[in-house]
């Protein structure tokens, strides 16, 4: 099912963020909170840094009528540099990768690709980009059709 949520980059600070989200909104997480050492080694990626490893990779929370808020730490070992205007993103879930690329390809006309739609590990079509008014946005499609 096709869903929209806001999706949160934080400066390691991503587990006390939604800690704290989750008392304010008494809810409790999706899943379990997914961390950077849970990510699968690959030759063609440089291995996570040591005091990295225990960061959040990524962390759901339902705060009110069916929104998500979603969140990850955005460490500068990996070439993150969080500031304000670049820790938000608008997440969309399309039901098709037709949509999903239909969306992303309208979105990015005058704007900027940060990340070509393509696999993932997580199983998931993903990418991102910047619209030509500066507003951030993300593409994860888990149907396969």
């Known amino acids: 099912m096709a869903r929209v949520s806001t999706y949160l980059n934080f400066p390691r600070t991503t587990e006390a963020a939604f800690l704290f989200y989750q008392g304010v909104f ?7 909170i997914a961390r950077f050492k849970d ?5 063609e990626q440089p291995p ?15 705060i009110l009528a069916g929104h998500v808020l979603m969140g990850t730490d955005a460490p500068e070992s990996m070439g993150f ?7 938000m993103f608008i997440n969309l879930e399309p039901d098709t990768r037709t949509e999903t ?27 991102s980009l910047v619209d030509r ?5 993300m593409f994860n499609c888990t149907n396969k059709k």
Do not use: C
């Open 26 to 32: 008494k809810s409790k997480f999706s899943a379990p």
């Open 39 to 43: 990510i699968p080694s690959n030759p």
């Open 48 to 62: 996570i840094a040591e005091g990295d490893k225990n960061l959040v990779m990524h962390v759901e929370l339902p």
């Open 81 to 87: 540099t969080v500031k304000h205007g670049n820790n």
């Open 101 to 127: 690329e239909r969306l992303f390809n309208a979105l990015a006309e005058g704007g900027k690709i940060e990340m070509a739609l393509q696999e993932m590990f997580w199983g998931a079509y993903f990418g």
């Open 133 to 137: 008014f500066g507003v951030q946005w």
